[in-house]
């Protein structure tokens, strides 16, 4: 689950009844998130005011690739699967 606020982002895992954070995902937490979105192949993207982060794999494989605007803030954002 991801939640955010107005200057930050919180990732939790849901198991049984218990709520945690989850400090390995990958995602930009010291902003907030526009829009998180699961595409094919388990890929993970998270888009924030200032950039779009991709994550795919889990653990140690995991890969995280990032783009930063540079034309200014990322107002909107939607996806899909593909």
């Known amino acids: 689950m991801v939640v955010t606020f107005q200057d930050s982002t919180c990732v939790l895992q849901i198991i049984g009844d218990k709520v945690s ?3 390995t995902s990958g995602f ?10 699961l595409l094919e192949g388990d890929i ?3 888009v924030t005011q200032r ?8 653990g140690e494989n995991r ?3 990032k783009w930063e605007s540079d034309k200014g803030r990322i107002l909107m954002a939607c996806s899909n699967t593909r």
């Open 21 to 23: 954070p989850v400090t």
């Open 51 to 58: 950039s779009l982060i991709q994550i795919q794999g889990k």
């Open 44 to 46: 993970f993207i998270q």
């Open 28 to 37: 930009q937490t010291n902003e907030p998130t526009l829009h998180a979105g």
């Open 63 to 65: 890969k995280r690739t």
